[in-house]
């Protein structure tokens, strides 16, 4: 499947330095403004003794390691992986001390031990998690055991039955995992996702740039084309004249050279009109035939078939998100086949449909039904890698296709002719990678009032 190579998917290291010092300062500024007041609530509210002298210890650690930042960093220091690993450790190690000074699991604040640990699974690698989650784990499981009292008033100690600590220490433990992986998949997922989106974006303007790139020179061809006539008709008049000037007669023949020279160019670089209403249509396989050109050529028999009369085809909207969407299928097929590319088109007064399909194995079965999600395919197996020597592909191709076809309006649907898993046997003409694009005429043929306007209106310059 065709893929950019520039664009790849940001790993954690790069992603947690994202994550501003501020932020996390502000953040420690809350904590401890929220650590401040539970006990000075449960002191003089309660009646709770606690060991202040050390709580406050504990907490003006936070305090001093705050400021001591806040001084020495700029405020916009983006924190690298490691730096943003040792603050959500820190905060950890003194939540737990904190916890261990006030009833250790006994304590109801005990859950916010899983508060470090969903950060780092939401900011950080899966090293950083799980070295974050394991510690944290093995603190609360010291803090079941090990723990000063949590006194009331008159000397009584506030606690619960060992049964409720042995089921807050397994609650714990059982949501330090769930929430870490949770996060990790779902956060992966949503970077995966912005990432494939962002090369979407990409591959659509570059798409755009070449169309409009194609209309500025078809425009110059179409401007120059009246000026290169005359003087190539008054150059060969003048060959013509200059019959007794041999000189003269050289120069006009080298002007009428040249002039034809700049044709030949201007015909190499587009054809000629101007930026023509009309260029923004095609007939139905014209549009085919220009997304499958650049792969005509790589060795694989690619085939046009209308299924209709191709004197009644539909012309449809020349839309880049079209042309590259369809592009990058049929790059996709002829990558995968063995010799043969089939491309059928059908209509009817409902609906287009493509079909590209190849004698290749077929899209892989673990992962037919999530094609078209990004970065499926970053781990290529040793046999799929002997099919398709070289191949580092990310599924990223065929999200960009599906994703500009959907926005042209198109259904995507992905299907294999046989068994990916059996063995190829050449005098069989089965099929192996379908892959079906269906649109509403509606929503792509220019045709239908509620498609285009009826009135084309007039040509329009191209504005720079």
Known sequence: MPDSPTVRPMSGDTRANWIRLRTMIVLRWFAIGGQLTAITVGQ???GLQLELGLCYLVIGASIIANLVTGVVFPENKRLSEVENMLMVLFDLLQLSFLLFLTGGLHNPFAILMLGPVTISAAVLTLRSTIFLGTTAILLVSILSHFHLPLRADAGLVLEIPQLFVFGN???????IVFISAY?????????????????????????????????????AAHELGTPLATIKLASGELYQELADHPDLREDAALIHQQADRCRDILKD???????????????????????AEPHLDRGKQV???PL??????PAIHRKPEIIHGLRNLIQNAVDFAQQDVWIEAEWNEQQIVLRIMDDGRGFPADILGRIGDPFVGRRASPTRRRLRPGYEGMGLGLFIAKTLLERSGAELHFANGRDPAAEHDPEMDDLGAIVEVIWTRDRVDISRADAMPSSMGANRPISA
């Open 44 to 46: 003089h509210w309660y």
């Open 308 to 313: 209709q009369d191709p004197k009644h085809q």
């Open 269 to 291: 670089m587009g054809r000629a009109g101007k930026d023509d209403l009309h260029m923004r249509q095609a007939p139905l396989m014209a549009l085919v035939e220009e997304a």
């Open 169 to 175: 220490w397994i609650g714990l433990i059982i949501a």
């Open 303 to 305: 085939h046009l078939e």
């Open 183 to 219: 996060s990790v998949r779902v956060t992966s997922e949503i970077h995966s996702m912005s990432d494939a989106l962002a090369a979407t974006q990409m591959a659509l303007a570059r798409e755009q740039k070449l169309t409009d790139l194609g209309g500025v020179v078809a425009a």
